[in-house]
């Protein structure tokens, strides 16, 4: 039986874990991946504060370290089913149930699919959703990113350590990423742009091979050739388990007031799963100290 049970090992999961510690509260973060979430994931970060540069698994090492230090129990494993109303609130695992007075989901979010022929085909032979992780399996070899925001652009500039080229296919005329990120993609002599086109197949049989892109302004057809490609339309919330507890909207996000508080008592969420403006690392961490606070609060009253 533990005063809170957090739902997520990623930076939201970690620093509210960090809060409710050392606030003397029997905490615990179950998590089903590595810790530190999509922070593994990421080669450098450049935008938390007091890290001019800092490498996403260092960075997850440190916040996993400090929470084991002050107190906050780890379990490898991924909730299945949730009782959240009433006391005490049960978590259901494979190997068991979890029980707790207050829960904090930060489960976070994974990359959304196309939905287009070939991608679930070809997943692992030359798709990806992450150039960290695959990047270096193309070394000289033309690849497609398909996307125009920060993670799109920056996952292209990273490949092109690799690639012999980067093209960056985007359903606009313009990037979305932010400046500093446009004009290192703009800088880049690696990097290729095609506007105004979305993907309809993904071609290949083995492996991939190119890339067939529609364009949106004159219905015009081509094939991109590619050894790879690497897909970035956003990403979709890890909440189905949650699914008729009352507290998601109708995209599977968790929605919350300014206290990540839900309409149920004692349950708050925290990072990426939630409905947020912005989902960065930083936002994530913060998200996770205030609900611990008021989880804190919360308690308190039983």
Not at 119 to 130: D, N, P
Request: glycine content about 12%.
């Amino acid at each position: 039986m533990y005063d809170l049970a957090i739902v997520g090992g990623g930076p939201a999961g970690l620093a509210a874990g960090i809060y409710a510690a050392r606030a003397n509260l029997k905490t615990i973060i179950i998590e089903r991946g590595l810790h530190g979430g999509q922070m593994q994931n990421t080669l450098d970060i450049e935008n938390y504060p007091g890290f001019e540069n800092v490498g996403g698994p260092e960075l997850s090492e440190q916040m996993y370290n400090q929470a084991l230090k002050v107190g906050v129990e780890w379990k490898f494993g991924e909730v299945q089913a949730a009782q959240l109303e009433g006391q005490p609130k049960t978590l259901q695992l494979r190997d068991g149930v979890i029980e707790a007075n207050s829960v904090i989901l930060a489960t976070g979010a994974k990359p959304r699919r196309l939905g287009v022929p070939g991608e679930t085909e070809l997943a692992g032979r030359g798709v990806s959703y992450c150039a960290t992780c695959d990047g270096a399996f193309f070394e000289d070899l033309d690849v497609i990113v398909i996307g125009g925001g920060d993670s799109a652009v920056k996952e292209a500039l990273f490949l092109t350590r690799y690639a012999k080229t980067v093209t960056i296919v985007h359903r606009r005329d313009t990037l979305r990423a932010e400046a500093i990120l446009q004009d290192r993609a703009y800088g880049n002599p690696k990097i290729r742009f095609v506007w105004n086109s979305q993907v309809e197949r993904i071609e290949g049989d083995s492996k991939v091979s190119g890339v067939l892109v529609r364009s949106i302004k004159d219905n015009s057809a081509r094939v991109l050739p590619a050894s790879g490609v690497f897909i970035y339309v956003g990403v979709k919330p890890c909440s189905d388990f949650l699914m008729g507890s009352g507290i998601l909207d109708e995209q599977g996000y968790i929605i919350t007031g300014a206290d990540m508080a839900t309409s149920i008592p004692g349950v708050y969420a925290a990072g990426d799963v939630r409905t947020t403006p912005l989902r960065q690392i930083v936002s994530a961490a913060g998200d996770g100290a205030v609900a611990a606070m008021y989880a804190y609060q919360y308690l308190e009253t039983l």
